[in-house]
Antibody
Framework: EVQLVESGGGLVQPGSPLKLSCAAS????????LNWIRQAPGKGLEWVAS????????FYPDTVKGRFVVSKDHARNTGYLQMNNLRSEDTAMYYC?????????WGQGVMVTVSS | DIQMTQSPASLSASLEEIVTITCKAS??????LSWYQQKPGKSPHLLIY???SLADGVPSRFSASRSGTQYSLKISRPQVDDSGFYYC?????????FGGGTKLELK
């Protein structure tokens, strides 16, 4: 059974870093794109990062480029989202999802709150 | 960036109706369009991929089509369990962009 489980969320102060994890099971991350999507409270979905199956390329929207870094550890079959210099507008539920042209499996999400 | 204009923002429908939700892309995206359903407090799940392909386990009352740069999701004779939010996503070019969402209420 394909599963994605996020962890690492929490309450942090503006300017702080935070690293999210996405543990995959039932498939291998080395053969699949991994993506991160977020949803601010009461708002819609926003794509925030993607990484190639082999990890050779990463993609970000301008809203997080230079602050967020997506990576994978194939030995652990786990993906990561390193978030630096967090802002209040980064407050959201963060989901990891598998897929390239579409996202066929999603995790349950992890909440990140940026507040002083 | 490609803008996805989704309409309506909210919709109340009866169980006998045909529900249609549309997304208009600001430029051509070929068939790189997918649809997702999200229930409150849950993660989204895939309904349609590649514009018209039904994802595994999705009931056949869901269907989708394309006319130029306008993409449509149709629910025929919806059920109460179809209530929730619906989003389109274009994956033609980065930044991948979602439509603003449609809240569907069934009465």
């Amino acid at each position: 059974e394909v599963q994605l489980v996020e962890s690492g969320g929490g309450l942090v102060q503006p300017g702080s870093p935070l690293k999210l994890s996405c543990a995959a099971s039932g498939f291998t991350l080395s053969s699949n794109w991994l993506n991160w999507i977020r949803q601010a409270p009461g708002k819609g979905l926003e794509w925030v990062a993607s990484i190639y199956p082999d990890g050779s390329s990463t993609f970000y929207p301008d809203t997080v480029k230079g602050r967020f870094v997506v990576s994978k550890d194939h030995a652990r079959n786990t993906g990561y989202l390193q978030m630096n210099n967090l802002r209040s507008e980064d407050t959201a539920m963060y989901y990891c999802a598998r897929g390239s042209d579409y996202f066929d499996y999603w995790g349950q999400g992890v909440m990140v709150t940026v507040s002083s | 960036d490609i803008q996805m204009t989704q309409s309506p923002a909210s919709l109340s429908a009866s169980l006998e109706e045909i529900v249609t939700i549309t997304c208009k892309a600001s430029q051509g995206i070929d068939d790189f369009l997918s649809w997702y359903q999200q229930k409150p407090g849950k993660s989204p799940h895939l309904l349609i991929y590649d514009t018209t392909s039904l994802a595994d386990g999705v009931p056949s009352r869901f269907s989708a089509s394309r006319s130029g740069t306008q993409y449509s999701l149709k629910i025929s004779r919806p059920q109460v369990d179809d209530s929730g939010f619906y989003y389109c996503l274009q994956s033609y070019s980065t930044p991948w962009t979602f439509g603003g969402g449609t809240k569907l209420e069934l009465k």
